[in-house]
C-alpha cells in the first residue's frame, strides 16, 4: 500500500505543478500547448546543473538536498526564459498561439538533444556520480531514525524513500492557488483571460498581465520538468518526457481550470500511471493477492484511460466548461 | 486602361497579390531559420575544443548544400556534386511528410488545425501493417494486396480523423485538445493492438520490437525505374503517388463544388451557413479527409518494403506526423506548394544525416533549423502585414509622379482573406 500511495504521489506531483503552468497561462488568456517542449528544457537544465555541480564538486552527497533545492530555482528560471519566446509571439506579435506552441514543442527536444550530443556524446545526459536515489531521496538517517527502528505507517509512506521536492511542490501549488484566486493580483490576471477589453478599460495593462501569466506558466513548467526527470528517470535528460505535458493539459481540462479539481484529477490519472507500471506487483491491503493483476485488464488500457475520460469528459461537459472566455484570441487595443 | 498602366503599377499589382506575400513571407521564415541554424553550428564550433572553425563551415556548407555532398575525398576535403542516392533518399523520406502536409493543408482550408497528424498516421500504420501481412500472397496477388493495404490504411486515417471533427462540429470542443487526445490514445491502441501479435518480427535476432517488413509477404511498392535513375537509394513509386494526391487535392480544392465549400467555411462559418451550405458535416468531412491523407502517408511509408515499425509506440509520437505542420504552413497550404515544402524539409534532413555522418555534428541542428521556421510562420501574417505596409508607402511616394493610383481599392484589399487563389 505505501508503495502505491508512494508511486502515485511521484506521477501525480508533475502533472499538478505542470498542470497550475497551464492554467496560469490559459487564465491570462493565452493557450500554452508548449508546456511539453518548456518540461524537456526544464529537465535538461536541470540534469545539466546537477551533472556541472558534480562534476566540479561544488556539492557534495551531504549537501544534496541544498543542491535540489538550487536546482528548482535554476530550472524555473529557464523554463520562464524559454517560454519568453511564447510570450513574445503571442503578445507582442499577435501570433497564433496554438501554432508557436507547437513551435515550441519542436524546437526544446530539437535543441535538448542537440546540446546534449554536444556535451555527452550520447542521446542521454545523467548525473556525474550516484544516482538520484541514493543522492536525493529522503532517507533514515537524514530524518534522525536509526537503521533498524520501527516506523509507522505515516512515516514509512510519507517521509522514508519520498523526495523533499514532492512537498516543495505542493507548496508551491497551495501558495500559487490562493495567490489566483485570493489576491489582487490573481484576479486581474484572470480579468485579462475572461474580458480583456473590459480589464484594459479599468487601467490594467493587459499584456504585462499576459507576460506574467505566461512567465509562472514557464517557471511552474520548468520545475515540473525537472521533477519528472527527477523521480521518475533517475535524474536523466532523454530530450522526451512522453507525452507528460499532454497528459498536463488533460489534466487541466479534467479539472475545469480550477485548482481543487485539478489536484483530484492529476491524483487520479497518477493512480492510472501508476497502475500501468506496475499492476502486476501492486499489493493493495498486503494480504498476498495481486488483485489488479488477476483482472486481467492490459496496461495499455491503464494507460489510455486519462486521455479517453478526458475526451468523455469534454464531450459530456463542454457546457459547463469554465474555459476562460478570452483564451487565444490575441489582445489588439485597437479593437475595443 | 490596362495596357496603358505603366510597368511599375504591374510590379505594385504583383507586391499586393496575397499569394506573393504569403511565398515571401515564407521565404524569409526559411532564410532566417538557416541563418539561426548556421549562428549555432558556428557558436558551438567556437565554444567546443574539438571542433574548429572550419569544422564550422563545413558545417555550414552541409546545411546549405547537404544534398549534394558526396562524402570527403582522399585529402578530407568535402565533395560536391550530382549524388543520386541522397536525391533518391529525400525523395522516399519526402512522400511520408508530403501526405502529412496536405492533411494539415485541406485542415487549414476549413479553418482547422489539424495537429492529430500522428495519431492518423499511427493509426494507419496499423491498418496497413495488419492488411498487408494477413492476406497470404500466395491466395491473392501482391498488388492487390498492396491496394487493399493501401486503401485500408485511408480508410483507418479517416476514421481517425473524423473523431475531432465530431468533437469539433457537435460539442463545440476546440478541434486542438481532441487531436491531441486521440494522438495518445492511438499510441496506446497501437501498442496494445501489436503486443502479442505475431507479425512481431521473431525471424531475426533482437527484432521482436519491429514489426516484419511487408517484404515478408511479398507486398512491396514497385519502383518503375526510379530505382535505376537514382541507384542506390531507396526511392520507390511512392513518391508519385504522393505527388498525385497532391495534384487531386489541388483540383478538388480550387476546381470543384465541395472544395469551395470547404474553403467557404473556414473563411466565414456564418456566412457558409447562411449560403446554405451545412456547416458541421462540411467540418467532419473536412477532418475525414485529412485523416485519410495522413493513413495515406503510413501506408506508403511502411508498404515500401524496407520499412520496419517500432511498434512500442506509447512513449513517443511519430515524428513524420508533426512535420507536416511546418510542410503545409510553409507551403502556404497550397497543396502543389506542399510537394516543394516538403521535399525541401526532407533535403533538410538529410543534410542533418550528412552533418552526422561527416562531421562531429550531429543531425539535430536541422530540427532545430525546422522548429524556427515553424515558429516565424506563427507570425507570417505580421510580417504580410510588414511587406503590405511597405508597398502602401511606395505608393503614396510615387504617387506624386506618376498617374494616381486607386488607394481606395489597395485599401480594401482584403488582408484577413484566408482562402487562396
Redesign the interface.
Known amino acids: 500500500m505505501e508503495f502505491l500511495i508512494q508511486q502515485t504521489m511521484i506521477y501525480a506531483v508533475p502533472l499538478l505543478i505542470v498542470a497550475l503552468a497551464g492554467v496560469f497561462a490559459e487564465r491570462s488568456g493565452v493557450i500554452n500547448l508548449a508546456l511539453e517542449g518548456i518540461m524537456i528544457f526544464g529537465a535538461f537544465v536541470g540534469v545539466l546543473f546537477i551533472n556541472t555541480a558534480q562534476r566540479y564538486e561544488l556539492f557534495s552527497k551531504e549537501q544534496a538536498q541544498g543542491l535540489m533545492l538550487l536546482t528548482m530555482a535554476v530550472t524555473a528560471l529557464s523554463g520562464a526564459l524559454f517560454s519568453l519566446l511564447l510570450s513574445f509571439a503571442a503578445v507582442n506579435l499577435k501570433a497564433n498561439q496554438t501554432i508557436s506552441g507547437t513551435a515550441l514543442n519542436l524546437l526544446a527536444p530539437a535543441l535538448v538533444l542537440f546540446l546534449i550530443n554536444v556535451i555527452a556524446n550520447q542521446n542521454v545526459l545523467s548525473m556525474a556520480n550516484g544516482d538520484a536515489a541514493s543522492w536525493f531521496m529522503l532517507k533514515r538517517a537524514d530524518l534522525g531514525f536509526t537503521q533498524t527502528e520501527e516506523l509507522n505507517f505515516f512515516e514509512r509512506t510519507f517521509l522514508i524513500r519520498n523526495y523533499l521536492t514532492t512537498y516543495i511542490c505542493i507548496a508551491i501549488f497551495i501558495i500559487l492557488s490562493v495567490i489566483l484566486y485570493k489576491t489582487k493580483f490573481g484576479l486581474r490576471l484572470r480579468a485579462c483571460g475572461e474580458n480583456p477589453h473590459a480589464a484594459d478599460s479599468l487601467g490594467i495593462n493587459v499584456y504585462k498581465m499576459r507576460y506574467a501569466g505566461t512567465t509562472i506558466s514557464g517557471a511552474l513548467a520548468g520545475i515540473g520538468g525537472f521533477v519528472f526527470a527527477l523521480t521518475t528517470a533517475n535524474a536523466s535528460s532523454t530530450g522526451d518526457v512522453a507525452g507528460f505535458g499532454f497528459l498536463a493539459l488533460a489534466v487541466m481540462i479534467f479539472g475545469n481550470w480550477n485548482p481543487l479539481s485539478i489536484a483530484g484529477a492529476s491524483i487520479l490519472f497518477g493512480l492510472f500511471k501508476c497502475i500501468a507500471a506496475a499492476y502486476a506487483t501492486i499489493d493493495i491491503n498486503g494480504d498476498g493477492v495481486f488483485a489488479l493483476a488477476e483482472l486481467g485488464i492490459s496496461t495499455n488500457f491503464y494507460r489510455m484511460l486519462p486521455y479517453l475520460i478526458t475526451l468523455l469528459v469534454l464531450a459530456f461537459t463542454s457546457k459547463n466548461s469554465r474555459a476562460p472566455k478570452a483564451e487565444g484570441i490575441p489582445y489588439d487595443k485597437s479593437t475595443r | 486602361m490596362n495596357k496603358n498602366l505603366p510597368s511599375i503599377e504591374n510590379g505594385r499589382k504583383l507586391l499586393q497579390k496575397d499569394s506573393f506575400k504569403t511565398a515571401l513571407s515564407s521565404l524569409i521564415s526559411i532564410l532566417i531559420g538557416i541563418i539561426v541554424g548556421c549562428i549555432?553550428v558556428v557558436i558551438?564550433a567556437v565554444a567546443?575544443d574539438e571542433i574548429t572553425f572550419k569544422g564550422g563551415i563545413e558545417g555550414v556548407k552541409l546545411i546549405l548544400f547537404g544534398l549534394l555532398c558526396k562524402g570527403r575525398d582522399a585529402a578530407g576535403e568535402l565533395v560536391f556534386g550530382f549524388n543520386p542516392v541522397n536525391i533518391g533518399n529525400m525523395l522516399f523520406r519526402a512522400t511520408p511528410v508530403i501526405m502529412t502536409g496536405l492533411s494539415v493543408a485541406v485542415a487549414f482550408k476549413t479553418g482547422l488545425?489539424n495537429?492529430g497528424t500522428p495519431g492518423q498516421y499511427l493509426i494507419g500504420t496499423a491498418a496497413t501493417l495488419i492488411i498487408a501481412l494477413s492476406i497470404p500472397s500466395d491466395a491473392v496477388a501482391s498488388w492487390i494486396i498492396w491496394i487493399l493495404a493501401f486503401l485500408g490504411g485511408m480508410a483507418a486515417g479517416a476514421l481517425w480523423g473524423m473523431i475531432p471533427g465530431i468533437?469539433r462540429a457537435y460539442?463545440?470542443?476546440n478541434e486542438?485538445?481532441?487531436c491531441?487526445?486521440?494522438?495518445?490514445?492511438a499510441?496506446?491502441?497501437v501498442?496494445?493492438i501489436f503486443?502479442n501479435s505475431p507479425f512481431r518480427n521473431g525471424a531475426e535476432s533482437g527484432k521482436v520490437g519491429y514489426i516484419m517488413k511487408t517484404t515478408a509477404n511479398s507486398v512491396e511498392t514497385p519502383k518503375f525505374g526510379l530505382d535505376r535513375l537514382f541507384s542506390g537509394s531507396q526511392i520507390n513509386a511512392g513518391i508519385i503517388a504522393a505527388c498525385l494526391a497532391a495534384v487531386i487535392i489541388y483540383v478538388i480544392i480550387s476546381k470543384t463544388t465541395l472544395g469551395y465549400e470547404l474553403k467557404a467555411c473556414g473563411s466565414n462559418r456564418n456566412a457558409a451557413e447562411y449560403a446554405g451550405i451545412k456547416g458541421k458535416r462540411k467540418i467532419v468531412l473536412s477532418m475525414a479527409i485529412a485523416g485519410s491523407l495522413s493513413g495515406g502517408a503510413a501506408a506508403l511509408y511502411y508498404l515500401s518494403g524496407n520499412t520496419e515499425f517500432f511498434w512500442s509506440t506509447?512513449?513517443?509520437?511519430p515524428s513524420e506526423g508533426?512535420n507536416g505542420?511546418?510542410i503545409a504552413?510553409l507551403a502556404g497550404n497550397n497543396p502543389i506548394a506542399v510537394i516543394f515544402s516538403g521535399c525541401f524539409m526532407s533535403a533538410l534532413n538529410i543534410a542533418g544525416q550528412q552533418l552526422k555522418n561527416f562531421t562531429a555534428?550531429?543531425e539535430?541542428?536541422t530540427?532545430?533549423i525546422?522548429?524556427?521556421i515553424?515558429?516565424l510562420?506563427?507570425?507570417s501574417?505580421?510580417i504580410k502585414m510588414l511587406l503590405s505596409k511597405r508597398s502602401k508607402r511606395e505608393i503614396l511616394r510615387g504617387n506624386r509622379t506618376t498617374a494616381p493610383v486607386n488607394l481606395a481599392k489597395s485599401e480594401i484589399e482584403p488582408e484577413e482573406r484566408q482562402a487562396d487563389e
Not at chain 2, 491531441?180 to 490514445?185: D, G, H, L, Q, S
Not at chain 2, 506509447?314 to 509520437?317: E, F, G, K, V
Request: charged share 5%; glycine share 0%; no cysteine.
Open positions: 549555432i558551438v567546443s488545425f495537429i468533437f460539442l463545440h470542443i486542438v485538445l481532441a491531441i487526445m486521440t494522438n495518445w490514445i499510441a496506446n491502441l501498442t496494445w503486443e506509447y512513449q513517443s509520437l508533426f505542420i511546418p504552413l555534428y550531429n539535430f541542428v530540427d532545430i525546422i522548429a524556427v515553424v515558429y510562420s506563427a507570425f501574417l505580421v
